[in-house]
């Protein structure tokens, strides 16, 4: 299957990929939506110089390997990074989600999301260069992104016009949720929304940024009185 340009094995129970998979040079969008028991993305597939759309998203992978970094024509990545089993493995491959210079290297991406665990705490120390490496993309268009500190809004570059899909603030993840939902799914489609979890009153660089956003979100703020 070396002219294979469209590969989708969303939803099935694939664990890893073969070696042969890095001979499908010609493929453009590969798709590993909901596999839940994929655990991690093989070095083969650096070799994969034409794929322009990747989304494992809810798989289990707990970092991106270097090799992403020479996809250099991808322009649409989703990434779900999984905390749990990253704790739990005997030896650790990585500890960064997203290894410094690979996000630089993808200069034609255009969409651009990241959804991690909040307690995952390499986060903390990878958003900082990881948001500093996006902000520099001139075709980039949407992001979607946790940042767990208000103040890395300041980042923001005020003469780019994003579509930013963001979750700000700190907080763990539930279960049980305090909207409908229904809700809740609206909310996730919405484009230029922010979502600003935990804070204390409403610090100025949410303010700053709310010019960007069509549809706000302030989960569990018990100190609001005002907006």
Known sequence: MPLLQHLDLSY???????????????LQKFYLRGCDLFMELPLEIGYLKNLEEL???G???????????ELINLQSVSLDFDRYHYGNKEEQISNSIIPLSVISNLVQLNYLSINVDPDDERWNENINCVLVEIFRFKKLRTV???????????????TRSFNFKLIVGHHTRRFILR???????????CDHSIKFVNGVNVPNEVK??????????????MTIKSF
């Open 12 to 26: 099935t129970s694939i664990m890893n990929l073969p070696i042969s998979f890095s001979k499908l040079i010609q």
């Open 55 to 57: 989304d494992p998203n």
């Open 59 to 69: 798989t289990l992978i707990t970092h991106m390997p270097k090799k992403v970094g």
């Open 144 to 158: 979607s992104i946790y940042v767990p500190n208000v103040e890395l809004l300041k980042m923001i570059p005020s």
């Open 179 to 189: 909207v409908t939902p229904e809700l809740d799914k609206i909310f996730k489609h």
């Open 208 to 221: 700053m940024n709310l010019r960007r956003f069509k549809a706000l979100y302030l989960d569990r703020h």
